[in-house]
C-alpha cells in the first residue's frame, strides 16, 4: 500500500518536501493530501486478468452494489456494461446497478456517504481526499486523460499563452490537468478569464467563450458536426501526463467487504478488456439499453478515442504505475 500526501492546484500550494520512510512515500504541503492507491495487496491479484480470475458464483444469492458513473451512458462506461451483460459481475455474484452521472454530483461523496460502492472518476480525486474523504483508487482505466481544451479556429488560441486575457470554460472540481498546464506554463489562473462550465459544447460554438474544457473523446466530433474548424490544445502536449478514469471505493468497503472488492474489480476489468475486443457489439448494446438518444458515429468515434487512451495492446488494463501518481501528486 502506497500513500501519497500531495497538494491542490492552486496558487497557494505549489511548495512540495519530499520525505522518506520505511513504510510510505510522504509528500507535504500547505494542504496535504493523502491518497491511498492499492497494487498489490493480499486480496488484489496483480496477475494479468482472465476469465479464470473472476470467482464464480455457485448459486447464492447476488449482493447488490451500487457503482456511481461520473456522467450519462457512452461508451467512456463501456467496460461496465460489457461486465453485466456478458455475466461477469453474475460469476462474481454481484447484482450491480449503474447511476449516472451528472452536473453537480460529487462521485467521491457519493461513495463515501455510502449512497454508491463503488465510483468513477479522475485523478482530482486527490482533491477529494485533501478535504478528507477515505477514498481508494482500484485501478485506473484510461492510462491517459481525456482532458483537452479546445478552441475555434477563428479565435486564433494555439497554445497556452494564448489563452492570457481570454475567457476559458472550466469545472469547478475538474479541469484539473488544463490548470497544471497552465501553471507550467508559468500561466495564473487571473491571467484567464474563468468562466464556470456550461457542461455543454454551446457557449463554444456561439462563441460565449474563447476556450472551453472537454474531453478528446466527444468534443472534436461535436465541432466536426458543426463544420466549426478547432484547435485542441493538450495538457500531456505540455509535459502534463495524468492517467484518466479510475475505479475506486472507500476504505470502509475495502475494511468490511474485501472479497466484494476484489471480485467486482475483477469482474470490471474483464468487462473491459471484452470491451476493448468487442466495441461494435457494445456499442449495440449502449444503443439497445443504455442511451438510444446517441448516434452510431458518435459512440464509434468515442470508442477509437477511448481505446488511444487506454491502450490495451500495450499495457494491462487497470495498471497502474507508483512514480506516475507521485509525478501527478506534486
Known amino acids: 500500500m502506497i500513500f501519497h500526501e500531495g497538494t491542490d492546484l492552486t496558487e497557494t500550494c505549489q511548495q512540495q ?57 457512452q461508451f467512456q462506461f463501456a467496460g461496465y456494461y460489457a461486465a453485466i451483460e456478458k455475466g461477469y459481475y453474475r460469476d462474481a455474484g454481484l447484482e450491480v446497478d449503474l447511476k449516472e452521472g451528472k452536473p453537480g454530483v460529487n462521485i467521491a461523496e457519493e461513495v463515501v456517504s455510502g449512497r454508491a460502492d ?7 480525486l486527490l482533491l477529494e481526499r485533501q478535504k478528507g474523504l477515505p477514498i481508494v483508487i482500484l485501478a485506473t482505466i484510461f492510462q491517459h486523460s481525456p482532458e483537452i481544451l479546445i478552441a475555434r479556429k477563428d479565435s486564433g488560441i494555439e497554445s497556452p499563452q494564448d489563452l492570457i486575457g481570454r475567457r476559458v470554460e472550466l469545472r469547478p472540481r475538474g479541469s484539473i490537468e488544463t490548470q497544471a498546464m497552465l501553471l507550467n506554463e508559468g500561466i495564473s489562473l487571473k491571467d484567464i478569464d474563468v468562466i464556470d462550465h456550461s457542461w455543454g459544447i454551446d457557449a463554444l460554438i456561439n462563441k460565449r467563450v474563447d476556450a472551453s474544457a472537454g474531453y478528446i473523446t466527444d468534443r472534436p466530433f461535436l465541432l466536426d458536426e458543426k463544420g466549426i474548424p478547432y484547435t485542441i490544445i493538450r495538457p500531456i502536449t505540455y509535459g502534463i501526463n495524468f492517467y484518466g478514469d479510475c475505479l475506486f471505493t472507500s476504505e470502509r468497503e475495502i475494511t468490511e467487504h474485501p472479497e466484494r472488492v476484489k471480485a467486482f474489480r475483477e469482474a470490471s476489468l474483464l468487462g473491459w478488456a471484452y470491451a476493448m475486443e468487442n466495441p461494435d457489439e457494445i456499442i449495440d448494446i449502449i444503443l439497445d439499453k443504455y442511451n438510444p438518444g446517441l448516434s452510431r458515429e458518435f459512440l464509434q468515434f468515442e470508442a477509437e478515442a477511448t481505446r488511444k487512451l487506454m491502450l490495451p495492446e500495450f499495457i494491462e488494463i487497470g495498471h497502474m504505475n507508483p512514480g506516475r501518481w507521485r509525478h501527478i501528486a506534486d
Open 17 to 73: 518536501i519530499l520525505n522518506k520512510t520505511s513504510t510510505c512515500r510522504v509528500f507535504h504541503g500547505q494542504a496535504a493530501v493523502y491518497l491511498i492507491v492499492i497494487f498489490f495487496l493480499g486480496f488484489i491479484s496483480g496477475a494479468p486478468v482472465t476469465g479464470a480470475n473472476a470467482a464464480v458464483n455457485s448459486g447464492k444469492s447476488l449482493e447488490k452494489i451500487t457503482l456511481q458513473l461520473k456522467w450519462s451512458h
Open 118 to 124: 463503488f465510483g468513477v472518476d479522475m485523478p482530482g
